[in-house]
């Protein structure tokens, strides 16, 4: 450890004077499963040498002194209440596992997003950290350096294929790798490794974990690119705040295939060259393949944290990179909290992406929390999207971010033309039934006589259905919220899941009065059963989380529709993703109004983002592309800037409409849900908890409002009741400070939960 982590709060300066030293000693203990408040004990004088801000502790909590644990997040020599202390019982590791600056940041996530500070600190540390029992042994398989001479010897081993794709891999890692990954990666059980050891091809190591396991890496070492000139300025506002030791917020707005991951890539090199490490975090990485293996083929040190790790595994990783030996970190966003020593630089990829946002407690956004941590260790955040979150665009607008553009694609490829197909046009052809219109129909009989590849995106949510004119495409909105109203079958209702506003299902389009409104449903599965019928040669794929549960069968889909195995990939948003595949020359959106009347305020920004990022899934080749998206609402902004690639169109429009509603960015939200087992009583709590912050809120700041409370849109799961209220206030301070009051005067009854969701992105 070195001496300037038993530095603590470098704010607080130096912890204590060496004559108070001398009288007394104080560790504040923060209890995880305790109360939420922080408790101060007596560091007791044999426990003086040893104790450091970070250390977990055994402390004596209540009346029966129960020794509980907790975490040392502070060494002071003034207590907060002047009160006799009890003594601290032990400590339990010896070194500490939280560095002042993750405690900085773990106390300032807490506060953030009203979450207590001991759920915070168990966040940044994965179990296997904390419960260490994780040290297992392994086992390793690596080649037989004499293997190449028992293969061409005079009695040659009958090898299968399998058994050779094993081979072909060893060859290509000279570093042992664990078994299991081998298997994985072969798609094999162990038996075909097992029966190569027994025909003394492979070796079997027996190690701990923490000795150290080859990273799987199956491609070619691969080399920097000459950045173009956009590229370039890119890298040089990176630089140059690296060079000064500063932060600075990095936008880096690329359309899709503009090269943005090569500058990642660059950056990063440069970031290692001052001996300091990058994190960079990519949305769901097991749906990213691709963009993993790129970093495993440029740099050497690079852990890769995903979810299907072990915790061996992701202990392993953890304290190879707390001793400064892994030099790139990828991951998903809890690799936020990656013990680097010496941070130089974090990546968001996709930073739009709603995976950076964790669902359960405490409910962080990546991107925020790399924000605090950057600043605090004042080095760049890089923020890379072709479809920035309007979060992000707006920070660039006000001068917060340097906004650096990458406005073309490399090697002047072309963005694929996107045309609309009016389905309001569509519906009045009687000949035509089904999702897929005829035009579509054709376009995809043309592509696949030219052998080309296809992607279908069908973005069904299908939880309830949205109430639509087939005439004009006109859906019911509410009057008060500018927000798509959800038609509630065993009620015949409409409900805006905003402010509760409710009106009986009209029977005919307010706007132009056709009779025959649709609740239309189409899923995935419907649509893959219209594909092969309609094209019984072709060889189809369907993914979505229905069919992608196994671990793996991510990255075996997309292999073999790589290897054009695959005809017609049709899926969810999850084929939106990151992928690059230059035979894709047709991709056809089923129905990009699915998004559009989801009761969301994003739900424009929503549609914008999916709609650019699946048209930049083709031209990606020299065969170009082209893109054809189907909607009842060719005019509505988001879908026509969406058709010409023009972000800064769809931003001039949205933005306004936020500022006018008082959404994000311009004032912040909370959204507050109230469960239960109980329908009355989960209502009644959230409509006082509602009651008391709106008294306070109204009392400093009167603009400030409460939306609901209502049903939540998704009002019942797994037996729980679901109320929920929106908190719009201009000031962050009183918002939380508000929240805080109304909780605290709340009795809330058994079985009742009050969630908190600070900068919510999930509204349902
Ligand atoms: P993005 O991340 O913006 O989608 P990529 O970084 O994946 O774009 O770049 C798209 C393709 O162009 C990749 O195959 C990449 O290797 C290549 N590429 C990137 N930069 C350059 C460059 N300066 N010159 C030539 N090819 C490049
Ligand atoms: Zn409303």
């Not at 090898?159 to 094993?166: L, R």
């Not at 599965?525 to 549960?549: C, I, N, P």
């Amino acid at each position: 450890m070195s001496p300037g982590q038993q530095n603590l709060f470098s704010d607080a300066g130096q912890p204590w004077e060496e004559d108070d030293r001398r009288d007394r000693l104080i560790a504040r203990v923060v209890f995880p499963e305790g109360p939420p408040e922080p408790y101060d004990y007596e560091v007791p004088e044999p426990l003086r040498p040893e104790i450091r801000a970070g250390q977990r502790v055994l402390a004596p909590l209540g009346r029966g002194d129960r020794p509980l644990v907790g975490y040392c997040v502070e060494l002071t020599t003034k207590p907060e209440l002047q009160r006799r202390l009890k003594c601290l019982s032990q400590i339990i590791d010896s070194t500490p596992l939280l560095t002042p600056s993750m405690l900085r940041l773990t106390r300032w996530m807490s506060e953030y997003y009203l979450c207590p500070w001991g759920d915070t600190l168990q966040t940044v540390l994965p179990a296997a950290v904390r419960s260490k029992q994780a040290l297992r042994e392994l086992t390793l398989v690596t080649m037989n350096p004499h293997a190449a001479r028992i293969i061409a010897g005079a009695k040659p081993p009958k090898i299968t294929a399998k058994q050779q794709a094993v081979l072909d891999i060893l060859k290509n890692n000279p570093i042992p790798v664990s078994l299991a990954d081998l298997a994985a990666q072969c798609d094999c059980s162990p038996a075909p490794i097992q029966s190569l050891r027994e025909k003394k091809l492979v070796v079997f190591i027996k190690r701990f974990v923490g000795e150290g396991v080859g990273v799987l890496h199956t491609g070619e070492r691969d080399r920097p690119w000459e950045l173009n000139v956009d590229q370039q300025r890119a890298l040089d506002v990176i630089h140059r705040a690296q060079q000064a030791g500063e932060h600075a917020t990095v936008v880096l707005h690329g359309v899709t295939g503009s090269g943005k991951t090569e500058v990642y890539m660059q950056a990063i090199a440069e970031t290692l060259r001052f001996k300091r490490q990058a994190i960079i975090l990519v949305p769901e990485i097991s749906l990213t393949p691709q963009t993993r293996e790129r970093f495993l083929a440029r740099f050497e040190h690079v852990a890769v944290l995903h979810s299907h790790l072990r915790d061996a595994e992701r202990l392993w990783h953890w304290e190879r990179i707390a001793r400064g030996e892994v030099s790139v970190i990828v991951g998903a966003r809890s690799a936020i909290f990656a013990p680097c020593p010496q941070l130089g630089l974090v990546i968001l990829d996709e930073e739009h992406e709603g995976s950076f946002k964790q669902d359960k407690a405490p409910r962080y956004h990546a991107r925020d929390v790399a924000l605090f941590r950057t600043r605090a260790e004042s080095v760049p955040l890089v923020l890379g999207s072709a479809t920035p979150a309007l979060e992000t665009w707006h920070r660039a607008l006000t001068g917060e971010a340097v906004l650096c553009g990458l406005p073309t694609r490399v090697s002047d490829r072309p963005l694929p033309l996107v045309k609309t197909i009016d389905l309001r046009v569509e519906a009045q052809n009687k000949m035509n039934s089904g999702a897929i219109t005829r035009t579509l129909h054709i376009a995809m009989r043309e592509t696949l006589a030219d052998r080309g590849q296809v992607i279908l995106l069908l973005n069904r949510r299908g939880y309830s259905t949205h109430i639509q004119c087939p005439q004009c495409g006109h859906a019911e909105h509410c009057p008060h919220c500018d927000l798509a109203l959800t038609h509630h079958r065993q009620k015949d209702l409409a409900i805006c899941h905003y402010c509760d506003y409710q009106t009986k299902t009209p029977a005919t389009c307010s706007k132009c009065h056709f009779v025959g409104l649709k609740f239309t449903g189409l899923g995935t599965q419907k649509l893959e059963a219209e594909v092969k019928a309609r094209f019984r040669d072709a060889r189809v794929l369907r993914m979505d989380t229905d069919t992608m549960k196994a671990p793996g069968s991510y990255a075996e889909a997309f292999d073999s529709f790589r290897r054009q195995e695959i005809d017609i990939l049709l899926g969810t948003q999850m084929i939106a993703k990151g992928l690059d595949f230059p035979n894709v020359t047709l991709v056809g959106v089923i129905n990009a109004d699915t998004a559009l009347h989801l009761p969301d305020y994003r739900a424009a920004e929503r549609t914008f983002q999916l709609v650019t990022q699946v048209a930049g899934r083709t031209g990606r080749g020299d065969r170009g592309g082209r893109v054809l998206v189907q909607t009842f609402n060719p005019d509505h902004p988001a879908i026509v800037a969406a058709a010409k690639h023009d972000y800064a169109a769809f931003a001039d429009g949205e933005l306004p409409v936020r500022s006018l509603f008082h959404y994000p960015p311009y004032w912040p939200l909370a959204r507050m849900i109230v469960r239960g087992p109980s329908e009355t009583i989960a209502l009644a709590v959230a409509q006082n908890l509602s009651k008391e912050i709106d008294a306070k809120l109204k009392a400093a700041q009167p603009n400030s409002r409460i939306l609901g409370p209502a049903a939540a849109p998704i009002a019942k799961i797994r037996d729980l009741f679901r109320f929920h209220f929106q908190i719009q206030c201009p000031d962050q301070d009183l918002l939380r400070e508000s929240i805080r009051a109304g909780l605290a005067l709340q009795k809330i009854p058994d079985g009742v939960q009050c969630l908190v969701d600070i900068d919510p992105l999930d509204m349902l």
